[in-house]
């Protein structure tokens, strides 16, 4: 998703990723590995954290978009995504 868009509108985006590792550490190594641009955080208590219950995340990897409000807007469409910083 990130080669589709212009450097103008990635400055208006923010690409999060949540990783529910037991670990921190394994965690912390994937990042090193795959190098994903965007912010990364994780969060304690694997499958009963409440971020995953606040956004009904039953499966990972989980895609979604939320909106400034922190509202669910859609699936993770990049026409959708466009819409939301136009």
Same mark, same amino acid.
């Given at each position: 998703? #990130? $080669?589709?868009?212009?450097? @103008? %509108?990635?400055?208006?985006?923010?690409?999060?990723?949540?990783?529910?590792? %037991?670990? +921190?550490?394994?965690?912390?190594? $994937?990042?090193? @590995?795959? %190098?994903?641009?965007?912010? #990364?955080? #994780?969060?304690?208590?694997?499958?009963? $954290? %409440?971020?995953?219950?606040?956004?009904?995340?039953?499966?990972? +990897?989980?895609?979604?978009?939320?909106?400034?409000?922190?509202?669910?807007?859609? +699936?993770?469409?990049?026409?959708? !995504?466009? @819409? !939301?910083?136009?």
């Amino acid at each position: 998703m #990130h $080669a589709k868009l212009t450097e @103008k %509108q990635l400055k208006k985006i923010v690409f999060l990723y949540i990783s529910i590792d %037991q670990t +921190p550490e394994v965690w912390k190594n $994937a990042l090193e @590995k795959l %190098q994903l641009p965007g912010e #990364h955080g #994780h969060v304690s208590g694997a499958w009963n $954290a %409440q971020i995953l219950r606040k956004f009904s995340i039953n499966g990972i +990897p989980r895609y979604m978009i939320i909106d400034k409000t922190g509202k669910i807007v859609a +699936p993770d469409t990049l026409t959708e !995504l466009l @819409k !939301l910083i136009e």
